[in-house]
């Protein structure tokens, strides 16, 4: 079978994206893929595989981590399904997609630099959830320590359709990002389904640094639901100012979060980059890729993407 495939990228954070809509219901092992593909020396490394899908009459991403496990929702992820929807199916700047158990709406944000092709997505943020088995489910959890994790540093539980922690730090230490979530794989009481860990440092106005531990991939580039966590959390706390845009810094890049209460809901916008890196074929026969082709390659809208990065850097 034939399966075509497309490298992308949002703020660093690097998928394989499948339309499945376009195959038109032909079989694949989603989980079988997600393990094989991601690690294959020819995708040049892969933080998971996106799937857009159909349910019903609305679109949809499906989101697989590199071990085979699925999250609810991806921040970064979505806004690549965002740009194929559009090209592809729904020509509007404002649509719907669908992800795990929530809908998000879309709308087409302003380019960077130019030509760099950016959405934006509302993302509905939740002060409690099941997966927080540190926490009391009608409580929330705002800037406190969790003693079974660190004794020092003070988190805030927030759930984005997946589950996250996040701490505002001094010094961004990689070493003890990595300690952390290794350390969740084990506290099975207090985070039964595991949980994403961000640390996040305050830069000068209204911007902070975010670095994350993904659930099911460890360290990555970015995570868009964790700079979209880290920043309603900054909000919050009143280490960034509520109402206003939030630059959000990571180690591929940089997204924009807005934060604001509506009708008694926290909904924050994250925008960022959809950026499409190459465009290639599968051949995968018996749960195993064959040979992996690629067809084009976007090299201006690498170069494009790649001085934007060197210009936020300066």
Request: with cysteine.
């Amino acid at each position: 079978m034939q399966i075509e495939i497309i490298k992308c990228h949002g703020s660093g954070n690097e998928f394989i994206m499948v339309d499945i809509v376009a195959m038109q219901h032909a079989p694949l092992d989603m989980v079988a893929f997600a393990q094989k593909i991601c690690s294959h020396p020819e995708i040049g490394g892969a933080d998971g595989i996106l799937y857009v899908v159909k349910c019903g009459e609305n679109y949809a991403m499906r989101m697989f981590n590199p071990d085979g496990s699925e999250a609810e929702m991806c921040g970064n992820g979505i806004r690549c399904v965002a740009r194929l929807v559009q090209e592809r199916y729904i020509p509007n700047k404002e649509f719907t997609l669908l992800s795990g158990k929530g809908s998000y709406p879309i709308c087409e944000g302003e380019p960077i630099n130019g030509n760099i092709k950016t959405y934006g997505v509302d993302i509905q943020v939740n002060l409690t959830s099941p997966d927080f088995g540190f926490a009391d489910n009608a409580t929330s959890h705002i800037g406190k320590v969790i003693p079974e994790l660190d004794k020092e540093l003070s988190f805030t539980a927030l759930n984005l359709g997946n589950p996250h922690i996040v701490a505002a730090v001094t010094e961004m230490d990689m070493e003890h990002l990595a300690e952390l979530g290794e350390r969740v794989k084990v506290l099975t009481e207090e985070f039964p389904r595991g949980i994403n860990v961000s640390l996040y440092r305050k830069m000068e106005g209204n911007a902070i640094f975010v670095a994350t531990f993904e659930r099911g991939a460890g360290i990555t580039y970015s995570c868009g639901t964790a700079m979209t966590a880290s920043s309603t959390a900054a909000s919050l706390l009143g280490i960034c100012n509520k109402g206003e845009e939030i630059k959000v810094f990571n180690r591929g890049g940089m997204v924009r979060c807005l934060c604001s209460d509506a009708e008694g809901k926290i909904i924050t916008r994250l925008t960022g980059n959809a950026t499409y890196e190459w465009r290639g074929v599968c051949e995968w026969e018996n749960n195993e890729p064959i040979t992996i082709t690629q067809t084009e390659v976007y090299e201006a809208e690498t170069k494009a993407y790649d001085e934007f990065v060197s210009s936020i850097a300066k």
